[in-house]
């Protein structure tokens, strides 16, 4: 069973092994509350779980360790499955799901564990671990659903406690649920009186779901930019504890993690995953009541591809109003896209990108279609721009 003496003893263990990650006050984040983000993006193999599978592999018999660890995973439980192996003189078999971002793939595969690429998404990863483990006979490291691993997660919520004398709630990203039942377990022995709340996708709502309908369920299929937290399943020990001691969970939007996403990055300069990112958006977007409260954002991991990440920071911009897209009908004749560049100038937008084309059957003879890429600083500012052409005579088409 978990224990708070057991999480003290991940603590010990861990001590000499992971980074005791600081925490940093953002309190721009959501001006409405006083923000701090404990990142866990900049711990040992760039998220939280190289605590919950460090301390798993210390703590099996000599004779589990010769059968060397097995594993499944979205990416980071895989990367610390594979260092605490390696650190620890076992063989690592991680089995990956094909959807991983290639640079969790290669990252897991430097720290020494040999890789089985899984068509599918977490749980097909999941079923084809258990697959080989029986096979072969290797030792099963569970990503979340396991009293060691969640014991090594709840360490966080050890040091959340001796870093901010005030706290009023923390909020926590769930996939399986493993760091926010050791995170809420701590937390709750230790001060009952903080709020813990979950944050999951929209897209991968599992736990959220079975929480609210009183019984584990499992999702048919998962769709989020939130690749880490894609589970179909929560587990049983972690449906337990969430269910005892977690106050509230709540979803947010691929493009509100977009938008936490990019605020890390402009104004932390952190980089984090989709994953790590949910706790931010939920505070930024009021998805839980933390106005004029002293808030822990935990933000779980930073292992993101960098293709991925461009993407995300494009829809981040249209999220937040930085970047719009506008259509506008013209007559085709000289001058006409130079009025539309001074109103747009006049009205401070930067047009970074043009498309010029024929009107269809459709339309006027000598009508084309101007499409314009702009930068912009909010929705104000959109708003002001299509007014502007309008009053100039100027259709926009939507």
Same mark, same amino acid.
């Given at each position: ?8 003893? /991940?603590?010990? =263990? ?13 309190? @721009?984040?959501?001006?409405?509350? +006083? ?29 589990? $360790?010769? @059968? ?35 640079? *969790?793939?290669?990252?897991? &595969? +430097?720290?020494? /564990? ?18 080989? @483990? #029986? ?34 709630? =923390? ?43 009183? $019984? ?15 589970? *179909? ?6 449906? %337990? ?6 106050? %509230? ?19 932390? $300069? ?15 977007? +009021? ?11 935990? =933000? ?13 920071? @494009? ?16 007559? %085709? &004749? ?11 100038? #006049?009205?401070?937008?930067? =047009? ?27 929705? #104000?500012?959109?708003?002001?721009? $299509? ?12």
């Amino acid at each position: 069973m978990l224990t708070l003496d057991r999480i003290y003893h /991940a603590a010990y =263990v861990l001590q000499n092994v992971i980074r005791r990650t600081d925490l940093i006050h953002a309190p @721009k984040l959501n001006p409405a509350s +006083n923000i701090y983000l404990k990142p866990e993006n900049l711990q040992l193999t760039g998220s939280f779980k190289i605590r919950g599978s460090y301390y798993k592999i210390s703590q099996l018999s000599d004779e589990e $360790k010769a @059968k060397g660890v097995i594993a499944c995973s979205a990416g980071n439980h895989a990367q610390g499955v594979a260092l605490g192996a390696t650190k620890n003189g076992l063989k690592s078999i991680i089995c990956l799901p094909s959807t991983a971002p290639i640079s *969790k793939v290669e990252a897991t &595969r +430097n720290y020494g /564990a040999e890789i089985c690429l899984v068509d599918g998404v977490y749980d097909d990863a999941y079923q084809k671990a258990l697959e080989l @483990k #029986e096979e072969h006979g290797y030792t099963f490291v569970h990503p979340f659903d396991d009293v060691s691993v969640i014991a090594g997660q709840g360490t966080i919520g050890l040091e959340l406690i001796n870093q901010l004398q005030q706290i009023d709630a =923390v909020i926590v990203p769930i996939g399986g649920g493993g760091l926010i039942s050791g995170v809420a377990y701590a937390i709750k022995s230790l001060n009952p009186n903080i709020k813990v709340y979950g944050v999951q996708s929209t897209g991968a709502p599992s736990m959220f779901n079975s929480i609210n309908n009183r $019984k584990i369920e499992r999702l048919k299929y998962v769709s989020t930019i939130a690749d880490g937290i894609a589970v *179909k399943e929560p587990g049983v020990n972690t449906y %337990d504890i969430c269910n005892k001691y977690v106050d %509230d969970i709540v979803t947010v939007t691929d493009d509100e993690v977009s938008s936490a996403i990019l605020s890390l990055i402009e104004q932390q $300069k952190l980089i984090a995953e989709g994953a790590g990112a949910v706790s931010v958006a939920a505070a930024m977007f +009021n998805k839980v009541p933390i106005e004029g409260k002293n808030t822990i954002c935990l =933000v779980s991991g930073g292992n993101i591809d960098v293709n991925i990440l461009d993407r995300v920071i @494009k829809r981040g911009l249209q999220t937040a109003g930085r970047n719009c897209v506008l259509t506008v009908e013209l007559i %085709d &004749r000289p001058g006409q896209l130079m009025k539309v560049s001074r109103i747009i100038s #006049e009205n401070g937008g930067n =047009v970074i990108g043009v498309h010029h084309e024929r009107s269809n059957a459709n339309r006027d003879i000598n009508g084309c279609f101007l499409r314009m890429n702009l930068e912009t600083r909010n929705f #104000e500012q959109i708003e002001n721009i $299509k007014k502007a052409l309008t009053d100039e005579g100027f259709h926009i088409c939507q």
